[in-house]
């Protein structure tokens, strides 16, 4: 019914960027609240920026000044602008999302993941 699709990673040397998008499809109503997530091997999966109602946005502190996060509401798209990338910022990163889906005939509320796309950075 509802999936989201993550594109956009890969091999960077540091200092470069990239840009992940996250796009969403299925029977959706409206997308509340997306989010990225990234987890490095051995740790915990982090979040690493937010957006929500479409233009309020928030980031953890690492990253900070160097990663934008938008959305198109139009496409169900979210962007993750990585800039001045760290070798520390190698992970998989995940788009997540808090939405509305119809199914049917009826209005559910859901949160769902993508099945995140890697991002390495060396030096």
């Known amino acids: 019914q509802v999936q989201l699709v993550e594109s956009g990673g890969g091999l960077v040397q540091a200092g470069g960027s990239l840009r992940l998008s996250c796009a969403a499809s299925?029977?959706?109503?409206?997308?509340?609240?997306m989010r990225w997530y990234r987890q490095a091997p051995g740790k915990q999966r982090e979040l690493v920026a937010t957006?929500?109602?479409?233009?309020?946005?928030s980031y953890a502190g690492s990253v900070e000044g160097r990663f934008t996060i938008s959305g198109d509401g139009a496409k169900n798209i979210s962007y993750l602008q990585m800039n001045s990338l760290k070798p520390e910022d190698t992970a998989v990163y995940y788009c997540?999302?808090?939405?509305?889906?119809?199914?049917?005939?009826?209005?559910?509320?859901?949160?769902?993941w993508g099945q995140g796309t890697q991002v390495t950075v060396t030096v």
């Open positions: 997540n999302a808090d939405l509305a889906y119809y199914s049917g005939g009826y209005r559910y509320y859901g949160d769902y």
């Open positions: 299925g029977s959706i109503f409206s997308i509340h609240v």
């Open positions: 957006i929500s109602g479409g233009a309020s946005t």
